[in-house]
């Protein structure tokens, strides 16, 4: 281009009335401005399905950590309960020992 404007193109800016310039919308929307945009949408896209998949995998992180806490206090509980009745047999087999001494 001989008008000195370089790669972007002066017919962007036209005369306006008045001796200013006008701007004309359109006129500065390159194929570099169109690559940018178009890469800034497929950023946009692969931000969001990464969120969408981050939640997911907290989400299912947070119903494997649930199960596992019931799956513990299950145990716990049945292990609890054993002892209790053990601890009563022992007792029991205790006073009927003690009895049988006198």
């Not at 006008?22 to 940018?36: C, F, I, M, R, S």
């Not at 022992?90 to 009927?96: G, I, K």
Request: aromatic share 4%; net charge positive; proline share 3%.
């Amino acid at each position: 281009m001989g008008n000195g404007c370089g790669r972007m193109s002066c017919s962007a800016l036209e005369p306006g009335s008045g001796g200013g310039f006008t701007v004309d919308p359109l006129g500065a929307y390159t194929p570099e401005a169109n690559q940018a945009l178009q890469e800034a949408r497929d950023a946009r896209q692969r931000s969001a399905t990464l969120r969408k998949n981050l939640k997911d995998f907290m989400d299912k992180a947070a119903k494997t950590q649930q199960a596992a806490h019931k799956a513990v206090n299950s145990g716990i509980t049945q292990k609890i309960a054993e002892t209790v009745s053990l601890k009563v047999n022992l007792v029991q087999s205790e006073y009927c020992t003690s009895l049988s001494c006198y």
